[in-house]
């Protein structure tokens, strides 16, 4: 069985959820090879971000992706990946980068936890980072990060 579901609460940025969806949907099943999984992923603003952040993990303030690990011990990949729109924009100036660029590198960095990648200690986060830029560098040649930035509509 396969769900994928996205949850867009924050108003900071309009996001095309389709296109979102499909860069996740090629992650899963080419890049990871993935047939089955039960994924829901949330996209906040800091504000929610914090209270999860503290209601859950027990750390102070915002930050850029928190990943919620339901796997059981089989071959599916259960679990819940938190994305804040406002730390992937102040990130993406820290780093000289496209705030959508940043969204797809939280996603993929979420979905690597759930792979079980560990960034506890300094040897496995340098595993976990290098797996991660590999795949975003793979998934940029293939989709324009850019595009996520879904633009308004105006009023009529």
Known sequence: MSVLRFFNRQKTRPIDLQLLKQIALATLTEFLDRDHYELGVH????????????????????????????NENDQSLRGEIFICIDDALIQ????????????????????????GFDDTEP????AMKRREN?????????????KLSRRKRAAR
Do not use: C, P
């Open 92 to 115: 993406a100036k820290q780093f000289a980068v496209s705030w959508q660029s940043e969204v797809a590198r939280y996603f993929v960095h979420g979905l690597l936890h759930l792979e």
């Open 123 to 126: 040897a496995l986060r340098k």
């Open 43 to 70: 996209l906040v603003n800091a504000k929610e971000m914090s209270a999860v952040n503290e209601k859950y993990l027990h750390h102070e303030g915002s930050t850029d992706v928190i990943t919620f690990d339901y």
């Open 134 to 146: 590999n795949l975003v560098k793979e998934l940029s040649q293939r989709f324009d990060f850019r």
